[in-house]
């Protein structure tokens, strides 16, 4: 079955991009219709939806963090990418990728979370 | 935005009780809700989605119910296992969003 694998540095300094990616193993990335997206969950906090890129390439990003984050998709690599700028402390968080089904209309499979620190 | 809040924050019950956990949502969000359990260390696991329908491979003492703005996730007869934090999250309105959950422990 599919499963997702996020990856990434574990430390950011401040002002700088998080870059994290997530592998899809066990299916294609293109095949069915999917958003493909990141949530994040800073320490003692509930979830933020952060973003999200469907299999036909639209992006949707949370307003609160638009102006800073791009989702982008390498189908050669069957992986989907986050990228967020000028990081801060509050963008310490850990990162989940996730699948949003068009089956099940929710996020029905994610990764194991990738722990994200901003600090110099 | 729309804004969910879950209730209560925590919950203390015992194994074989049964668990009532709610979210309401700041306006209708017809029947786009699904629920969450995170266990720590671990991803988030699908429960409900569309207010009730169950997730593959999930256990049928997990049910869900409501529409609008009220929403219940029901745990029949709780196993050691279930003891964890649900999340209820809308995709009526984007962006989307989730509750601040609620931590159901052991009593």
């Known amino acids: 079955q599919v499963q997702l694998q996020g990856s990434g540095p574990g430390l950011v300094k401040p002002s700088q991009t998080l870059s994290l990616t997530c592998t899809v193993s066990g299916g294609s990335i293109s095949s069915g219709y999917y958003y493909w997206s990141w949530i994040r969950q800073p320490a003692g906090k509930g979830l933020d939806w952060v973003g999200r890129?469907?299999?036909?390439?639209?992006?949707n990003y949370n307003p609160s963090l638009e102006s800073r984050v791009t989702i982008s998709v390498d189908t050669s690599k069957n992986h989907f990418s986050l990228n967020l700028t000028s990081v801060t402390a509050a963008d310490t968080a850990v990162y989940y990728c996730?699948?949003?089904?068009?089956?099940?209309?929710?996020?029905?499979?994610w990764g194991q979370g990738t722990m994200v620190t901003v600090s110099s | 935005e729309i804004v969910l809040t879950q209730s209560p924050a925590t919950l203390s019950l015992s194994p074989g009780e049964r668990a009532t956990l709610s979210c309401r949502a700041s306006q209708s969000v017809s029947n786009y809700l699904a629920w969450y359990q995170h266990k720590p260390g671990q991803a988030p696991r699908l429960l409900i989605y569309?207010?009730?329908n169950r997730a593959t491979g999930i256990p049928a003492r997990f049910s869900g119910s409501g529409s609008g703005t009220d929403f219940i996730l029901t745990i029949g007869s709780l196993e050691p296992e279930d003891f964890a934090v649900y999340y209820c999250?809308?995709?009526?309105?984007?962006?989307?969003?989730f509750g601040q959950g609620t931590r159901l422990e052991i009593k």
């Open positions: 996730a699948r949003f089904g068009s089956g099940t209309t929710a996020f029905d499979i």
């Open positions: 569309d207010s009730f």
């Open positions: 999250q809308q995709r009526y309105s984007w962006p989307d969003s």
């Open positions: 890129i469907s299999t036909t390439g639209n992006t």
